[in-house]
């Protein structure tokens, strides 16, 4: 997509500070971190949202997460982390190429969502 920021974070016209890439997926920190360790993975398929999958992607979604597990850990996140995939506009999805966000490196990360 020629318009979108992750697509052109992946060519390389953006600059990001590169955490992990593979032939599949692409894994950079966010540019407003929330947390001390806060990155996100992505694939190199443009797909939109999570909304926008189906069970061709199986196995893109399971390397998303299985490697952003292991990059969490090695980023000193071994007593746990925060995954948030925000989807769509209720979802509060800002950027429309999926991504998981990776989020820790805290002692005890804020609560979900107020009730």
Not at 13 to 24: F, L, M, Q
Not at 84 to 110: A, W
């Amino acid at each position: 997509m020629d318009d979108c920021i992750f697509c052109k974070i992946i060519a390389g016209t953006i600059p990001c500070k590169k955490v992990y890439e593979d032939d599949d997926i692409f894994a950079f920190h966010d540019i407003h971190p929330v947390a001390p360790v806060h990155f996100m993975v992505i694939p190199k398929l443009h797909v939109a949202s999570l909304a926008d999958v189906d069970t061709s992607h199986q196995m893109l979604l399971g390397k998303m997460l299985a490697q952003g597990s292991k990059l969490a850990i090695e980023q000193g996140c071994r007593d746990g982390w925060r995954t948030v995939i925000n989807t769509g506009r209720v979802g509060r999805q800002e950027v429309y190429h999926l991504h998981v966000h990776f989020i820790g490196g805290s002692q005890v990360l804020p609560g979900m969502i107020k009730r």
